[in-house]
Nanobody, 124 residues
Framework: QVQLVESGGGLVQAGGSLRLSCAASGRTFSSYAMGWFRQAPGKEREFVAGISWLGDSTYYTDSVKGRFTISRDNAKNMVYLQMNSLKPEDTAVYFC?????????????????WGQGTQVTVSS
């Protein structure tokens, strides 16, 4: 079993940066692909970025390409989302999730474990 705890959210002005962190428990963290999702008020949860369990491939939704970077540190059981050039439309609760032995873009149903989320608010 994997438990996930996000941190690093906050209030930032448009154009600013934040780095989200997701701490994972469990000795099998390196066997899980990791993804970042977000949910804005009144909207459905959407995929933001993913990294394969091997760490050799990443995938981003079009709206964040070139601005966000996902990375992982298996030695520390951590996954990160570096967010640059933030826009008001990036405002949402951000969640990390884990999918066993998956690539960078598994089907949403493959994500077995989810964190509680961290709020990101971008002011204009």
């Amino acid at each position: 079993q994997v438990q996930l705890v996000e941190s690093g959210g906050g209030l930032v002005q448009a154009g600013g940066s934040l780095r989200l962190s997701c701490a994972a428990s469990g000795r099998t963290f390196s066997s899980y692909a990791m993804g970042w999702f977000r949910q804005a008020p009144g909207k459905e949860r959407e995929f933001v970025a993913g990294i394969s369990w091997l760490g050799d491939s990443t995938y981003y939704t079009d709206s964040v390409k070139g601005r966000f970077t996902i990375s992982r540190d298996n030695a520390k059981n951590m996954v990160y989302l570096q967010m640059n050039s933030l826009k008001p439309e990036d405002t949402a609760v951000y969640f990390c999730a884990a999918a066993f032995l998956a690539g960078a873009l598994p089907p949403p149903r493959d994500y077995e474990y989810w964190g509680q989320g961290t709020q990101v608010t971008v002011s204009s």
